[in-house]
T-cell receptor, first 110, second 113 residues
Framework: DAKTTQPPSMDCAEGRAANLPCNHS???????VYWYRQIHSQGPQYIIH?????ETNEMASLIITEDRKSSTLILPHATLRDTAVYYC???????????WGLGTSLAVNP | EAGVTQFPSHSVIEKGQTVTLRCDPI?????LYWYRRVMGKEIKFLLH????????ESGMPNNRFLAERTGGTYSTLKVQPAELEDSGVYFC???????????FGPGTRLTVL
């Protein structure tokens, strides 16, 4: 069963920041939060991950609440090419398998 | 470096036939994962290899599915005999070590008629 919940869809204007929320209230202390996206019918693309500290890379920023029960993915300047389904995932178990939800379909509008 | 590759990209077969999917992980990645998405559902874990050893196959649906990774390089996933409910997209992912990020291939879309 999915360990995360996300809104099914969101809209964002091109050039603005896209803030995608995720709830993971049952996450365990050693489980990472990963974000992937899937553009059309391509394979999932890794975006960013974190444990308890905020993280930033060239694609996005990840803000994790202090209690680790939720997080937000931030795309600072969304473009049309960022239109995709975004998945917030908990990496669990000794084998670090990814437990997926249904994701958020982000539409970036011109 | 080359990414994860999967073959074929699409496969259409009749119920009862056999299909073999192949995954070539990123060179040097010991960990290989198979996932599947059936239409309208979330992506589900199938199994995990470390080199040639199966570490976790708890997500395999039934004994019609057989995964192998001989020599610890590429992996195959065979479905025999295929059923209608096996239709979906099968993804492969690899990572260097277990705690590393998993990188995904483009997937194989399987349609069973």
């Amino acid at each position: 069963d999915a360990k995360t919940t996300q809104p099914p869809s969101m809209d964002c204007a091109e050039g603005r920041a896209a803030n995608l929320p995720c709830n993971h209230s049952t996450i365990s202390g050693n489980e990472y939060v990963y974000w992937y996206r899937q553009i059309h019918s391509q394979g999932p693309q890794y975006i960013i991950h974190g444990l308890k500290n905020n993280e930033t890379n060239e694609m996005a920023s990840l803000i994790i609440t202090e209690d680790r029960k939720s997080s937000t993915l931030i795309l600072p300047h969304a473009t049309l090419r960022d239109t995709a389904v975004y998945y917030c995932i908990v990496q669990a178990g000794n084998n670090r398998k990814l437990i997926w939800g249904l994701g958020t379909s982000l539409a970036v509008n011109p | 470096e080359a990414g994860v590759t999967q073959f074929p990209s699409h496969s259409v077969i009749e119920k009862g036939q056999t299909v073999t999917l192949r995954c070539d992980p990123i060179s040097g990645h010991d960990n290989l994962y198979w996932y599947r998405r059936v239409m309208g559902k979330e992506i589900k874990f199938l199994l995990h290899f470390v080199k040639e050893s199966k570490q976790d196959e708890s997500g395999m649906p039934n004994n019609r599915f057989l995964a192998e990774r001989t020599g610890g390089t590429y992996s195959t996933l065979k479905v025999q005999p295929a059923e209608l409910e096996d239709s979906g997209v099968y993804f492969c992912a690899s990572s260097r070590i277990r705690t590393d990020t998993q990188y995904f291939g483009p997937g194989t879309r399987l349609t069973v008629l």
